[in-house]
């Protein structure tokens, strides 16, 4: 079982190889939120600003794109299928899933 560090540190790797993935295929992205700072959201539990109280964001678990075609911003979360496809491929969650296209994570504690 990977600690949460351990899982931290694979997920930016593989949020690495998202991004390259993603512009390979003729997309480009711009990065919307990535971690959210507790001091701002409230700790894991707590609801304290638009995040969700268990957020994979606030553990460093997760992480919002805008995509880009051809220079038009994509905004139908099935947009975002190949990614989708891609990411769960290499052992991602996403969140096109549950109609959040944009949301990229690693599940934990069985959270997504
Ligand atoms: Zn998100």
């Known amino acids: 079982m990977m600690t949460l560090g351990q899982k931290q540190r694979r997920f930016t790797e593989m949020v690495g190889r998202l991004i390259a993935f993603a512009y390979a295929s003729g997309y ?11 001091r701002v959201h409230g700790n894991v539990g ?27 911003y994509m905004t139908a979360s099935e947009d975002y299928h190949e990614l989708g496809e891609f990411w769960e491929s290499i052992g991602g969650t996403w969140g096109g899933r ?13 959270r997504k």
């Open 28 to 38: 480009e992205l711009t990065f919307g939120d990535a971690y959210r700072d507790p």
């Open 46 to 72: 707590q609801k304290k600003s638009y995040s969700s109280a268990n957020s994979l964001h606030k553990e460093r678990l997760a992480i919002d794109f805008n995509l880009f075609k051809s220079g038009v």
């Open 98 to 110: 549950f109609n959040d296209g944009n949301h990229f994570s690693m599940e934990h504690q069985g």
